[in-house]
């Protein structure tokens, strides 16, 4: 089987809703990044056989195959087709998985892959049937019966199986913001960001907060203890990754970076929803021969923070190598673009801390959760 080498990651700052980015065109926001990747890795764009982006509420300005739309507004040769995937929060991360899948089944040699979202211009929800995706299914309510299914739901019923305070919550999601803000200040982030106009850095991070502040929130469901400061952002963004073959990297004279040392998607129950990286992550590192001390560094998305800290109880990963940079709490969740985004940071904190194996997984709706583990080279 041939190996998938990652050659380039790069990413936009995550703007804030109604922020720095709200006003670019996501084709644009995708096409930007996508035209950076390329002018960084020096690879001809007529040798990429195939764009495939995450996106999520693919409507409006996100609809009509946004792929191929960005690809396209961004100048590049028009033979090059694209294809736009949803399976959620991990949309941009399964579109790596599928160009990594397209490589070493050795259908394809260079891959574009990546996300984009813009929440400010289609807000959340945006795709959904105004009742939600589930009603009036005969077969959804005779497995599920006729019962609320939503993440809010979902954060809370972890917290209460897992006897996570709202003062633990809070605690991480503070510490969230802490080390974005140290990251940024101590320009970790910066080489794997291309400024959009004038925004230039994430956006979400708040020096302002605190944890009386937090405290002070109003929950977000009646007796429940997730609130507005412990779950993700609303946020834009765009992220795009080179995923090529050892064919690839010698015909073009690239440097690969990493290789995908594993990627998998796992389903769990799709009311609780948001536990599936738990069962997803023991399963990865079982058939990637790895345990959990052998990972360097973790990106565990911050949809909410109690999802985060189950993760953390069941997995006995060190905290200390989890998110090091900040989540998605203080720097924003642009739903599609996020997984995209995740890998990015994650391949360059690997370089910068010298460590050798990384792994990413997500919440998903539905869910699920895609694991990737990357190796550095």
Avoid at 110 to 125: E, K, N, R, T, W
Wanted: net charge negative; proline share 5%; hydrophobic share 40%.
């Amino acid at each position: 089987m041939e190996t998938a080498y990652l050659a380039g990651a790069v990413r936009t700052p995550v703007g804030k809703r109604d922020g720095g980015l709200s006003g670019v065109h996501p084709a644009d926001l995708a096409g930007h990044v996508i035209g950076e990747l390329l002018d960084r890795t020096g690879v001809d764009p007529a040798a990429v056989d195939d764009v495939i982006l995450g996106c999520v509420d693919t409507v409006g300005p996100q609809s009509g195959d946004i792929a191929r739309t960005s690809w396209l507004a961004a100048g590049l040769p028009e033979h090059v087709p694209g294809v736009t995937v949803d399976r959620q929060c991990g949309s941009g991360q399964q579109a790596v998985h599928f160009a990594a899948q397209a490589v070493m089944s050795g259908t394809a040699d260079l891959v574009v892959a990546g996300g984009v979202q813009s929440m400010s211009q289609v807000p959340i929800g945006s795709a959904m049937h105004p009742e939600g995706p589930y009603r009036n299914s005969k077969g959804w309510a005779k497995r599920y019966g006729d019962q609320e299914v939503s993440q809010f739901r979902s954060a809370d019923d972890i917290a209460a199986k897992w006897g996570l305070t709202r003062e633990e919550l809070e605690e991480w999601a503070l510490e969230s913001h802490r080390k974005a803000i140290r990251a940024i200040d101590a320009g970790s982030l910066r080489d794997e960001i291309v400024p959009v106009g004038e925004c230039a850095a994430d956006e979400g991070p708040r020096r302002d907060t605190s944890a009386e502040r937090m405290a002070a929130l109003p929950a977000l469901r009646l007796g429940g203890v997730t609130t507005a400061a412990t779950s993700s952002q609303i946020a834009d963004g765009a992220a795009a990754l080179l995923v090529a073959s050892g064919h690839a990297v010698r015909a073009h004279g690239l440097r690969p970076r990493a290789r995908i040392r594993h990627l998998s998607a796992r389903g769990g129950d799709p009311v609780l929803m948001l536990t599936a990286p738990i069962e997803a992550t023991v399963s990865a590192l079982s058939k990637a021969g790895l345990d959990i001390k052998s990972i360097d560094r973790f990106e565990i998305n911050e949809a909410f923070a109690s999802v985060v800290l189950a993760w953390l109880r069941e997995s006995g990963a060190d905290p200390a190598k989890v998110n090091v940079n900040g989540g998605a709490i203080a720097l924003g969740h642009p739903l599609g673009a996020t997984g995209a985004r995740l890998l990015t940071s994650l391949l360059h904190e690997l370089e910068r801390c010298g460590g050798r194996y990384g792994l990413l997984t997500m919440c998903e709706g539905g869910g699920q959760a895609n694991v990737t583990v990357i190796e550095r080279l």
